[in-house]
């Protein structure tokens, strides 16, 4: 069996844990391939709202295995806290979570790092989420890192303080801020977790498939923050495209299935960096009301913009999409006109590209509205009524720019509000 994959199309909070919640029926193992505590995932569940950070979301589905695979980064205090959460609301993952031994962690050294170093930058600052992701990625890249199979080696404390030690210095280049040092709960958060399964997460899979298991990669942020075709600098530290699944769980390109890609019906952004269509109007502030746009791991309000269809195309050929769910499009029943990005001009020139460095601004957006279906979709949906006219001439004009189907359309938060088309 191949291994299907599902990431987000824009700079993350698409929808994708409650995607991913509702695709996990189908499938025998999801794994986390990239990204660590910065991501959050929400879910509705009969127990209400619940916000993964690290644990894949498929935890709530028990015939499911869910691994938290090679490519993530792993704060133990947050997996700690996770684990706790959802034993408390009646979920216990003792049996169907394991954590790979490949996975890197995430020390509070890095976590100062990160605020140091985006204290330093001032107003240049990427608008991290502070949870040590960049500094963690650069220690493993840099192969200084600590990784998660090295907690039952002898020797691991002592290569903490001696890393804890190489961060302090590092920190100073920076220029020293005030921290509050957590080692403590750290070493405890590992002392809890170590009673978790571990495993190999390479063979584990490979195993999986040859044995016919169906198997769904999640991906966290969107492709818009991937290290290497986001816009960068103002990215996250990580691939957090189908690419980065081959790496972070250590299956081969040939293995890869369908790649299911997350978008709403508009766009949202947390942080700094450039976002294209994104509104300072009325427009923007009736989304992000409607929308209830509020980062799920910082609370930090998100940049609301139109959907950007240049943007999305990128986002298609850089993936392989095969199939696109379109997340929040009962948001959009409250707008007299859908407005949509439609091309950039380039230095006067008509353009279906994205430019090399969103940054530069040396482009302008076109824009493209169609006409609004005024009717609540989550009633359509609940009274198995066809879709209205107006949202299927929307819908069929992106489809057929975007060269793939979109399937799925997402009508409110919970479980159920879903339609299949
Ligand atoms: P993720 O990081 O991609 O999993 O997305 P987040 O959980 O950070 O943000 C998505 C937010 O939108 C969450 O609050 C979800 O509960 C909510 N949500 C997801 N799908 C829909 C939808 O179709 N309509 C509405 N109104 N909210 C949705
Ligand atoms: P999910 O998985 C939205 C953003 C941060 C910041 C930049 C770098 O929930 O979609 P980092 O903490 O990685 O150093 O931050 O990336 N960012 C996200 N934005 N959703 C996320 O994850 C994000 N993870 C990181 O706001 O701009
Ligand atoms: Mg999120």
């Known amino acids: 069996m191949p291994v299907d994959v599902l990431i987000g199309l824009q700079w993350g909070d698409e929808g994708k844990g409650k995607i991913v919640d509702y695709l996990a029926n189908n499938y025998d193992v999801i794994c986390r391939f990239q990204g660590g505590p910065n991501a959050g995932h929400t879910i509705y569940t009969d127990s209400g709202k619940f916000v993964l950070h690290t644990i894949p979301s498929g935890i709530f589905r028990s015939n499911t295995i869910n691994v938290i695979g090679n490519g993530v980064v792993i704060d133990p205090i947050t ?22 031994q490949k996975a890197h962690l995430i020390l509070p050294s890095h976590r100062y790092l990160d605020a140091a170093s985006e204290a330093s930058k001032g107003t240049a600052k990427i ?96 492709v818009m923050l991937d ?65 209830n746009e509020f980062g799920a791991t910082t609370g930090r309000p998100r940049r609301c913009g139109w959907l950007d269809l240049v943007q999305l195309k990128y986002s298609v050929m850089i993936n392989g999409v095969t199939k696109i769910a379109l997340t929040k499009s009962d948001v959009m029943d409250h707008f007299d006109n859908i407005t949509i990005v439609d091309s950039y001009n380039i230095d006067g020139q008509v353009s279906h590209e994205l430019p090399y460095d969103l940054c530069d601004e040396n482009y302008t957006t076109n824009l493209k509205s169609f006409k609004g279906w005024k009717c609540k979709l989550e009633e359509v949906q609940k009274n198995g009524e066809p879709l209205p006219n107006a949202f299927e001439t929307y819908i069929t004009y992106l489809e057929k720019n975007l060269n793939t189907p979109i399937p799925i359309i997402s009508v409110g938060p919970g479980r159920d509000e879903l339609i299949v088309r």
């Open 79 to 100: 997996l700690r806290k996770e684990i706790l959460g959802l034993k408390e609301i009646g979920v216990d993952v003792s049996q169907n979570l394991m954590i790979a």
């Open 127 to 222: 608008g991290s989420t502070l949870r040590g992701i960049g500094p963690t990625y650069m220690d493993k890249t840099g192969r200084n890192g600590l990784r998660y199979g090295d907690i039952f080696r002898s020797n691991f404390k002592e290569r903490y303080f001696s890393l804890k030690e190489k961060h302090i210095k590092l920190g100073d280049v920076h220029g020293a801020i005030d921290f509050e040092w957590n080692d403590e709960e750290w070493f405890d958060s590992i002392e809890f977790l170590k009673s978790f399964k571990v495993v190999n997460c390479e063979y584990f899979l490979n195993k999986s498939l040859d044995e016919g298991k169906k198997v769904l990669a999640e991906g966290a942020q969107g």
């Open 227 to 291: 290290i290497d075709y986001g816009t960068y600098p103002y990215v996250t530290s990580s691939n957090t495209i189908t690419a980065g699944v081959c790496t972070g769980l250590g299956v081969a390109p040939s293995q890869i299935g369908d790649v299911i890609g997350i978008s709403k019906a508009y766009c949202t952004r947390v942080g700094s960096g450039p976002f294209p269509s994104e509104l300072f109007d009325h427009h923007g502030e009736k989304l992000q009301e409607l929308g």
